[in-house]
């Protein structure tokens, strides 16, 4: 078949489609790998040569947009005329269509070690480990992961910038937990994040007004160990609940990140790669400064209590090649590492202004291209 479009230049395309149809078109698309907007242009192009097209129920539709091959989506309206029906169930047709010719695969089998833990830090403050780890649990929900977001930062940037109120310093909270100086069941903390569609999916632990004592009291206690392991043993019975915990480190190197560290090490029985640090940085010499004091901290980690604790790799955010020099040779120099870049998350407005409205990304702008690289990022742990 001779395609009547461009594979190369693409246009944002608009449609009304229900919520259950683009949820499992968004989870089977991460559970094959490939792109959403790939999936519905093999889905549309599949659809204009079929011959019978069976109905998909869209009321209740809510706006989803995607970016196909310039010129497709009038092909596809230029179909739907003589099939009367609405350019909205046809695209609903193609992405039913897509969906039954690549069924889900097989599912794999039950986890031993409980949930994968990616951890996010980096030391310096001001490089996006909120943004990123907000947006990349927020991807991994969408594809049906059930994901816990803890706010791991005595600041609570996440817990404000979801729209949520850090907990009272009066309060329980994950501090006192691991201290051992609150009662109940930390998962009476948790809150739903509501929005887009990874509701029901995603839930986010808070930051606490008590938190910046966390590290002080660590250093000052005599247990033995609870400096390292204080944060696992109180996430210990949540991690039967989850698929992943994602946390968002302070920018510190103190206690309290060697809990998140040691929390995010490999486990007995675990394969490489499942659990580990992931290191949002900037494309300028200070995150390469600030990398290098972290590394030594895991080094010491690692050595001292004979664990391993793998990055898992970079994510460059807030990246604009117009800065010149300093950003592509920063660029360049994340990406000769032994570890991979994950994914460069570009400088646009659409993370600011969902900042502003204290509300998630994935929910505000779900199609915008922060949103989608979040998405590529999210799917290189789904495997």
């Given at each position: 078949?001779?395609?009547?479009?461009?594979?190369?230049?693409r246009?944002?395309v608009?449609?009304?489609?229900?919520v259950?149809?683009?949820?499992e078109?968004?989870?089977?698309?991460?559970?094959l790998?490939i792109?959403?907007?790939?999936?519905v242009t093999?889905?549309?192009?599949?659809?204009?040569?079929?011959?019978d097209?069976?109905a998909v129920?869209?009321?209740?539709?809510?706006?989803?947009?995607?970016?196909?091959?310039?010129?497709?989506?009038?092909?596809?309206?230029?179909a739907?005329?003589?099939?009367k029906?609405?350019?909205?169930?046809?695209?609903?047709?193609?992405?039913?269509?897509?969906?039954?010719?690549?069924?889900?695969?097989?599912?794999?089998?039950?986890?031993?070690?409980?949930?994968r833990r990616?951890?996010?830090?980096?030391?310096?403050?001001?490089?996006?480990k909120?943004?990123?780890?907000?947006?990349?649990?927020?991807?991994?929900?969408?594809?049906?992961k059930?994901?816990?977001l803890?706010?791991?930062?005595?600041?609570g940037?996440?817990?404000r910038?979801?729209?949520?109120e850090?907990?009272?310093?009066?309060?329980p909270?994950?501090?006192?937990?691991?201290?051992?100086?609150?009662?109940?069941?930390?998962?009476?903390?948790?809150?739903?994040?509501?929005?887009?569609d990874?509701?029901?999916?995603?839930?986010?632990?808070?930051?606490?007004?008590?938190?910046?004592?966390?590290?002080?009291?660590?250093a000052?206690?005599?247990?033995?160990?609870?400096?390292?392991?204080?944060?696992?043993?109180?996430?210990?019975?949540?991690e039967?609940?989850f698929?992943?915990?994602?946390?968002d480190c302070?920018?510190?190197?103190g206690?309290?990140?060697?809990?998140?560290?040691?929390?995010?090490?490999?486990?007995?029985?675990e394969?490489?790669?499942?659990?580990?640090?992931?290191i949002?940085?900037?494309?300028?010499?200070?995150?390469?400064?600030?990398?290098?004091?972290?590394?030594?901290q895991?080094?010491?980690?690692?050595?001292?209590?004979?664990?391993?604790?793998?990055t898992?790799?970079?994510?460059?955010?807030?990246?604009?090649?117009?800065?010149?020099?300093?950003?592509t040779?920063s660029?360049?120099?994340w990406?000769?590492?032994?570890?991979?870049?994950?994914?460069?998350?570009?400088?646009?407005?659409?993370?600011?202004?969902?900042?502003?409205?204290?509300?998630?990304?994935?929910?505000?702008?779900?199609?915008c291209?922060?949103?989608?690289?979040l998405?590529?990022?999210?799917?290189?742990?789904?495997?």
């Amino acid at each position: 078949m001779t395609v009547p479009y461009s594979p190369e230049d693409r246009e944002k395309v608009v449609a009304k489609l229900p919520v259950p149809l683009r949820r499992e078109l968004k989870v089977r698309a991460a559970e094959l790998g490939i792109d959403i907007q790939e999936a519905v242009t093999e889905g549309v192009t599949a659809w204009l040569d079929l011959q019978d097209h069976a109905a998909v129920d869209t009321s209740g539709g809510s706006s989803f947009s995607t970016y196909l091959p310039a010129g497709l989506y009038e092909k596809l309206k230029g179909a739907c005329k003589p099939r009367k029906i609405s350019y909205n169930q046809g695209m609903a047709q193609s992405i039913r269509s897509w969906l039954d010719a690549h069924p889900s695969p097989r599912p794999t089998p039950p986890r031993t070690t409980g949930a994968r833990r990616l951890v996010f830090g980096n030391q310096k403050g001001g490089v996006g480990k909120t943004s990123v780890s907000a947006g990349v649990a927020q991807a991994l929900a969408e594809t049906g992961k059930r994901t816990l977001l803890i706010d791991f930062d005595p600041q609570g940037h996440l817990t404000r910038q979801l729209g949520y109120e850090m907990l009272d310093i009066e309060s329980p909270s994950l501090a006192k937990h691991m201290l051992a100086d609150a009662e109940g069941d930390l998962q009476a903390l948790l809150v739903p994040i509501k929005g887009g569609d990874f509701e029901d999916c995603l839930w986010l632990l808070p930051a606490c007004k008590d938190a910046f004592l966390l590290d002080a009291k660590l250093a000052t206690t005599r247990a033995v160990r609870i400096k390292e392991t204080a944060l696992e043993r109180v996430l210990a019975g949540l991690e039967q609940e989850f698929e992943f915990i994602v946390v968002d480190c302070p920018p510190s190197l103190g206690y309290t990140m060697d809990t998140a560290l040691y929390y995010g090490r490999t486990r007995e029985g675990e394969e490489p790669g499942q659990s580990g640090i992931v290191i949002p940085v900037q494309a300028e010499d200070t995150s390469g400064d600030a990398y290098d004091m972290l590394a030594e901290q895991m080094d010491d980690l690692c050595e001292d209590l004979k664990v391993e604790i793998q990055t898992l790799g970079f994510v460059v955010n807030l990246y604009d090649a117009r800065n010149g020099y300093i950003a592509t040779s920063s660029l360049e120099s994340w990406q000769s590492m032994d570890e991979p870049v994950l994914g460069i998350v570009p400088e646009l407005k659409e993370q600011r202004e969902a900042v502003r409205r204290k509300e998630p990304l994935l929910a505000y702008e779900p199609d915008c291209e922060q949103a989608n690289v979040l998405r590529s990022i999210a799917r290189r742990f789904q495997g």
